[in-house]
């Protein structure tokens, strides 16, 4: 479970962000999503946003969106057909409502006067990455970070945060 410390602070910033992508074209919508998934997503991470609810979001947003089996690449370079995992909704619903979260606590700290965000561990783990340890803590610029997760939508961002799905990253003013 994620505690996004300043959630209730960047309600409005965070629904905004969401319909400026869905509006723009620009909202991530995976690949491992089937058709039905795809159409119902936009309007789920936006009452998510709207109720400030992430894991109401991953309990209506089940597997049954998702495609049986996705396409993964072996080390060799080369794809093979994998069993999707039975966590796929929580990567997916949490990982992106993290990363709106993200985005509208940035702008939040700009309309504040603040220049820089510090990273926290939002999601406890037994065993944490070390990318996530090394940035637990760290300062990021506002600006950067979120023109990084405006542009890099639905992959890795440039600055590293979050640092990869399911990291349990994020960030408070």
């Known amino acids: 479970m994620f505690n996004l410390v300043n959630l209730e602070d960047v309600r409005h910033e965070m629904i905004s962000e969401i319909q400026a992508d869905i509006d723009s074209g620009k909202l991530y919508i995976s ?8 159409k119902q997503f936009p309007s789920a991470l936006l009452k998510a946003a709207e109720s400030l609810d992430v894991s109401g979001f991953v309990q ?3 597997i049954h969106y998702f495609n049986p089996y996705y396409q993964r690449r ?3 370079g080369s794809f093979t057909q994998a069993r999707m ?3 796929a909704n929580v990567t997916l619903c949490e990982g992106e409502f993290n990363r709106f979260y ?3 606590v940035c702008i939040k700290a700009n309309a504040s006067g603040k220049n ?3 990273a926290y561990r939002a999601r406890g783990s ?5 990318e996530s340890v090394a940035i637990e803590g760290q300062q990021f610029e506002t ?3 979120l023109n990084d997760l405006r542009t890099n939508i639905g992959i890795d961002t440039a600055l590293g945060l979050p640092p990869g799905p399911n990291s349990g990253m994020s960030v408070k003013l």
């Open 143 to 145: 600006d950067k970070l």
């Open 74 to 76: 072996n080390p060799s």
């Open 85 to 87: 995992p039975n966590n």
């Open 60 to 62: 209506s947003f089940g």
């Open 31 to 38: 690949d491992r999503l089937n058709t039905n998934g795809k």
């Open 116 to 118: 820089y965000v510090t």
């Open 102 to 104: 993200i985005r509208a």
């Open 126 to 130: 037994d065993n944490p990455r070390p």
